[in-house]
């Protein structure tokens, strides 16, 4: 059925309250800036977090859309200007006896950290610990890092100068391929160092977060399982989840929304040896497209294809959820599923796989049978043609 009025985002179906915070490290672009969803001791009137949490990322958005800035932008404003995400901003982590694997989730194209709030909020309500990547090499619609002041740089109480990063589409004169791969291998990169960093704060070593929040990092020393580590993406970002799968020997599985396969290298396919769920839409996946996810599924048995009828490209991202029917109608941010069906069928899936491929004794293999595309509104691989639904 299709959904005309603008939604909520979801909470959390887990037993675990979620928290949130952003964590930006490192002077320049190399460095990294993400937001961290993770288990929390709720806080009596803790803030929500608006679900943009900038202004100069409406206008990254009609840059990415190719809109007017002046005139779209305060249209984006009032659309999603009061949508919250409903976490808790910054409360105190949750330790834990058992400690909590980790998930690194990447973005698509034109999206940023906070596009996919539902997916790592139901993530951590399971406990995850899940950090989703801000990508710094012009895929996101905007972005920014900081640099101290240069005439104060030893102080603590130093003002960070800010300096934004814009949205890049493809020169004119360069074919997509050769300007989509190497960002695809700095997002890969940017995964890697993401797991690099929580290892140090693991053992003590926190970063300096130079947005200067009330959380605590050190906080989550011995409680990150490190042995037990999955990367996930949508879009691009699912093709960045199976690149850093390769090139990252501690990644242990990933899982591909809808994953955009063009700018993966043939020879990288025959390296492809760890386990991958393909979580796909029905509008989005060419054949040719599916046949590169099934010559990963034949090079590794424990690979998986899946796709969600009814569903289209936006269905696994929070527009779904929070575009009204006139934005839905323009950009299609919903399929004919329910969009909280096709974000249950989602989360279900990944976290069966996630049970499977992490050996977590949770109760998620309860979802097994979604893996093999067995249940409503779901099929193996990908349906020979459109569904009725």
């Not at 740089?153 to 020169?171: F, H």
């Not at 309860?366 to 093999?372: I, K, N, S, T």
Request: with cysteine; proline share 7%; charged share 20%.
């Amino acid at each position: 059925m299709g959904v005309s009025q603008s939604l909520g985002l979801p909470r959390g179906q887990g037993a675990l309250p979620v928290g949130c915070t952003d964590v930006m490290v490192g002077q320049n672009p190399k460095g990294l800036f993400f937001r961290l969803f993770y288990p929390c001791v709720p806080q009596d009137g803790a803030e929500q977090p608006a679900w943009i949490p900038r202004y100069e990322y409406y206008y990254g958005l009609a840059d990415y859309m190719n809109m007017n800035r002046k005139w779209f932008a305060p249209l984006l404003s009032v659309t999603f200007g009061s949508c919250k995400i409903p976490v808790n901003w910054n409360a105190p982590f949750r330790p834990s006896s058992h400690k909590y694997p980790l998930i690194i989730f990447s973005h698509g194209l034109g999206a940023i950290r906070t596009v996919y709030s539902a997916i790592c909020i139901e993530m951590a309500s399971r406990g995850f610990l899940v950090i989703a990547l801000e990508h710094r090499d012009r895929s996101a619609s905007a972005t920014y890092f900081c640099k101290l002041d240069p005439e104060a740089p030893d102080l603590p109480g130093s003002q960070a100068n800010e300096e934004w990063l814009s949205y890049r589409g493809v020169p004119k004169d360069q074919k997509e391929f050769h300007f989509r791969n190497p960002q695809l291998h700095q997002r890969a990169n940017e995964c890697i160092r993401g797991l690099k960093l929580f290892r140090s704060i693991d053992a003590g070593k926190p970063p300096v977060n130079l947005l200067r929040t009330d959380f605590d990092l050190s906080a989550l020393k011995d409680n990150i399982d490190l042995t037990k580590v999955a990367v996930m993406g949508h879009s691009f970002g699912g093709a960045t989840s199976v690149l850093a799968l390769v090139k990252e020997a501690q990644f242990k599985c990933a899982v591909a929304l809808d994953a955009w396969m063009f700018p993966l290298e043939n020879s990288l396919y025959p390296k492809v040896t760890k386990p991958v769920l393909f979580v796909n839409t029905e509008s989005f996946q060419t054949p040719e497209s599916v046949a590169k996810m099934k010559r990963i599924s034949a090079t590794s048995n424990e690979s998986k294809i899946i796709t969600i009828l009814g569903s289209v490209h936006q269905s696994q991202t929070d527009f779904t959820f929070l575009a009204g029917n006139l934005v839905n109608r323009v950009f299609q941010t919903r399929g004919t599923i329910d969009p909280y069906e096709g974000h249950r069928i989602t989360n279900q899936a990944a976290l069966a796989f996630l049970q499977k491929h992490l050996q977590l004794k949770e109760d998620f293999d309860q979802w097994d049978h979604l893996l093999e595309g067995i249940g409503d509104c779901i099929v193996p691989d990908s349906p020979l043609q459109k569904s009725s639904l």
